[in-house]
């Protein structure tokens, strides 16, 4: 593999995260918007709480976004050797923070979205029955558990297809 091999690979790279973090950090400040916009028309203590520890958990996972997977370019003209060891670095570091998406990127918003489905099942002013509570609060996070686990899976998708990329160097 040339040195130009390497850096187109590694301007590809450069591309796919740079534009993946961008649209994170857009939603991640769109959540911000939304939970702290939530919380301050919501009537309920508890309902509040859990947008504003959501919101906590957006701007938490955009700053462990930011550490965990910002991107390091290789350097240019640089032996063939150096080049294909740091674009590996890179891949190899941009692998491990998919691999641990669950740690840093889903768990932050569980009590967060546990409060805010809890508060809301079981507020006193919705005045619904507690078995419609419970229905509610077991729907309401059993479909977070799945959106979770979808994102969980296709992070571990293209962890597997770095591997591949890491393999093939």
Request: hydrophobic share 55%; with cysteine; aromatic share 8%.
């Amino acid at each position: 593999m040339t040195t130009n091999d390497i850096h187109t690979r590694a301007t590809r790279l450069q591309a796919q995260v740079r534009g993946r973090n961008y649209l994170e950090y857009a939603c991640s400040a769109l959540v911000v918007l939304a939970m702290g916009w939530m919380a301050s028309l919501v009537p309920e203590p508890i309902v509040r709480i859990g947008a504003l520890l959501i919101a906590l958990g957006a701007i938490f996972v955009s700053c462990q976004l930011f550490i965990r997977t910002r991107i390091h370019a290789p350097k240019r003209n640089q032996p063939s050797e150096i080049g294909v060891a740091e674009y590996r670095a890179e891949l190899e570091r941009q692998r491990v923070a998919l691999l641990s998406v669950w740690r840093w990127y889903l768990l932050p918003f569980v009590p967060g979205i546990v409060v805010f489905v809890l508060g809301v099942a079981f507020a006193p002013s919705a005045g619904m029955p507690i078995l419609a509570g419970i229905s509610l609060s077991v729907t309401g996070l059993g479909f977070a558990a799945i959106v979770m686990g979808f994102v969980w899976l296709l992070n571990l998708l293209a962890a597997r297809t770095l591997e591949a990329d890491i393999r093939s160097l």
